[in-house]
T-cell receptor, first 113, second 117 residues
Framework: RKEVEQDPGPFNVPEGATVAFNCTYS??????FFWYRQDCRKEPKLLMS???SGNEDGRFTAQLNRASQYISLLIRDSKLSDSATYLC??????????????FGKGTMLLVSP | DTEVTQTPKHLVMGMTNKKSLKCEQH?????MYWYKQKAKKPPELMFV???????INESVPSRFSPECPNSSLLNLHLHALQPEDSALYLC????????????????FGSGTRLTVV
């Protein structure tokens, strides 16, 4: 089983739509969770951290379900500028005791007029 | 200053060349990272430096040689690369040291797009 799994999409939605992405992770000891956004041929940029109680930032809502080991991202009122690849990122401890971020393959979102 | 700066942005090199990628951050971050990203793939970790010491080497071939001259700078020296090493090389830094969970994630530079011919 891959460490971080996402539906690659693409998700094609019209402007104004609500869209949700899910992500599952394999390591039950994972400590921190993030959503990053990556535009074509650009670097990943942190969109938001994901907290156990769920958190919201404007049109974006992130949820974490530790029991089921999945993370979700909800985007409301989609804008054309939301078109990008959304990377689910999980923090794991390595065998040597160090902590690193592991990236999912990303889910592509295309918002059309 | 909340940026991670990488140079050069683009690099084309032959298989016998020696080149270096540079990364700089002035946010006082304690850890710096090199990632490699191929097209349509997620970033893959190569090296982690914590407090200027190499903490993790993800079994990267010796033709990639990292160096951390000080807490703000991270270099990646390249020698005798292969065409399959062509990729986007991303530098990142984190406020927290990689010995505990991350609350704040990483900040990435814009990357160096490397082509090996």
């Amino acid at each position: 089983r891959k460490e971080v799994e996402q539906d690659p999409g693409p998700f094609n939605v019209p402007e104004g739509a609500t869209v949700a992405f899910n992500c599952t992770y394999s390591n039950s000891a994972s400590q921190s969770f993030f959503w990053y956004r990556q535009d074509c041929r650009k670097e990943p940029k942190l969109l938001m951290s994901v907290y156990s109680s769920g958190n919201e930032d404007g049109r974006f809502t992130a949820q974490l379900n530790r029991a089921s080991q999945y993370i979700s991202l909800l985007i409301r009122d989609s804008k054309l500028s939301d078109s990008a690849t959304y990377l689910c990122v999980v923090n794991n401890l390595t065998n040597s005791g160090y902590s690193t971020l592991t990236f999912g393959k990303g889910t592509m979102l295309l918002v059309s007029p | 200053d909340t940026e991670v700066t990488q140079t050069p942005k683009h690099l084309v090199m032959g298989m016998t060349n020696k080149k270096s990628l540079k990364c700089e951050q002035h946010m006082g971050h304690r850890a710096m990272y090199w990632y490699k990203q191929k097209a349509k793939k997620p970033p893959e970790l190569m090296f982690v430096y914590s407090y200027e010491k190499l903490s993790i080497n993800e079994s990267v071939p010796s033709r990639f040689s990292p160096e951390c001259p000080n807490s703000s700078l991270l270099n990646l020296h390249l020698h005798a690369l292969q065409p399959e090493d062509s990729a986007l090389y991303l530098c990142a830094s984190s406020q927290e040291a990689p010995t505990r969970g991350f609350r704040y994630g990483y900040t990435f530079g814009s990357g160096t797009r490397l082509t090996v011919v």
